[in-house]
């Protein structure tokens, strides 16, 4: 990674002379992008859209695109590129189409930071452009560290890049890291909220529906995210995203409920010390921090108070009855190309439930088939990922049909 003193001096003189950071952000009509242009709009002598991209969100991509008048914008899906070149023809915005535009556009010379707000797989191919690109990372897509952690961690070294992550809990883990300099980590603690279903029995999540699966009582998100929330494979995917993001052993990351989600995370240092994190839920306060990293911007979001809080509650994961989170880590210490089949069978599985074709509990037996039947490779390249990623959606798309 970059140097600390580098980035302080970069961003001083930023700051100093009202040099805005252009941002790209890959996925801007999703949960993450739309929050990351509340924080541009409220911010913007500090931070300005230079790039926006969508999957088929075109209308809301329009709408942000005449607002905040990026340099270019992408939809991915290509039929509906006239939509958005008719709606932006009369602009100086150049408007592109298609999955390998938005693969490249991350390259584009202007922009200093890429947001990857986008989710799943699909984060993969753009994070590893824009790495070689030189660009620092804004992480909000885990799928990336969890299909190809050992890659990106590699390429972002030897371009001299930093990773900032974005999910709340990796931001709480940053933040308590910032001034320990290479004080010894003991252990981390990944707080979850334990989803809409905490504390239920196997037999009563057998029936459970998409609807009420969606209910998270704590977060605004988007669908599949929420699903991973209530069959706890978002902090699954949450410890391996954490393993390479500060160099942890499996051993090292603990994953502890806290469904008051006012404690984003934890430190337990090699004396015994405990750092924590703490907060209101709101997602707009781990993007504001990775897009103004070291600095520290005033903001107006609502303040946390203690008195409305007169407890905080915490308790074991029950991976017995949400068998996704202890199939994380069985991939994580399996290694290889495992995480990647791991994440690949579940979106396969997410997609299934949303679309009512299989039940809430049938999703970790999928997953759980396909770490049993694909072929397992200890040292993959990136072709190998790909290769993995497409026999495993294959198999798990097989195995519902």
Not at 54 to 82: G, H, M, R, S
Request: with cysteine; hydrophobic share 45%.
């Amino acid at each position: 990674m970059a140097s600390l003193l580098i980035q302080e001096i970069i961003l001083f003189f930023k700051y100093s002379y009202n040099l805005k950071k252009h941002i790209a952000i890959i996925g801007s009509t999703g949960s993450i992008g739309t929050q990351a242009l509340d924080v541009i709009r409220a911010n913007k002598d500090i931070f300005t859209a230079e790039i926006l991209t969508a999957q088929n969100n075109a209308d809301l991509l329009i709408e942000q695109a005449l607002e905040f008048k990026p340099n270019a914008v992408v939809i991915a899906n290509e039929t509906l590129y006239p939509k958005v070149n008719d709606a932006l023809n009369n602009t100086d915005i150049k408007i592109f189409a298609g999955r390998d535009a938005v693969n490249q556009i991350v390259e584009y010379g202007h922009v200093d930071i890429v947001l990857l707000a986008l989710v799943g797989y699909a984060g993969l191919k753009p994070a590893i452009n824009a790495i070689k690109a030189k660009k620092n990372i804004a992480l909000a897509n885990k799928e990336t560290l969890v299909v190809a952690g050992q890659i990106i961690v590699e390429e972002a070294l030897a371009n001299n890049v930093n990773i900032y992550p974005v999910d709340s809990e990796h931001s709480a883990i940053f933040q308590c890291l910032v001034g320990e300099y290479n004080n010894p980590v003991e252990k981390i603690f990944l707080t979850a909220s334990g989803g809409p279903f905490r504390g239920r029995s196997t037999e009563f999540l057998s029936n459970v529906k998409k609807e009420q699966a969606l209910k998270h009582p704590n977060w605004s998100m988007g669908n599949k995210i929420t699903i991973d929330s209530a069959t706890l494979m978002n902090k699954g995917l949450e410890v391996i995203e954490a393993r390479w993001l500060f160099d942890l052993k499996p051993s090292q990351i603990d994953v502890i409920v806290h469904p008051q989600s006012i404690i984003h995370s934890m430190i337990q240092f090699c004396d015994g010390s405990i750092k924590a994190q703490m907060g209101l839920p709101d997602m707009k306060l781990p993007i504001v921090y990775a897009l103004s990293y070291p600095h520290r911007i005033k903001t107006d979001f609502p303040r946390f108070n203690f008195t409305d809080y007169p407890s905080l509650s915490f308790e074991k994961p029950d991976t017995e009855v949400f068998r996704c989170l202890s199939l994380a880590y069985l991939a994580l210490e399996k290694g290889g190309n495992m995480p990647c089949i791991l994440n690949a069978a579940n979106e396969v599985a997410v997609s299934a439930f949303l679309k009512d074709s299989i039940g809430f509990m049938q999703i970790p037996e999928i997953i759980e088939k396909c770490m049993n039947n694909i072929s397992f490779i200890l040292k993959p390249d990136y072709n190998n990922l790909v290769e993995t990623h497409t026999e495993t959606i294959n198999f798990a798309q097989n195995l519902i049909h």
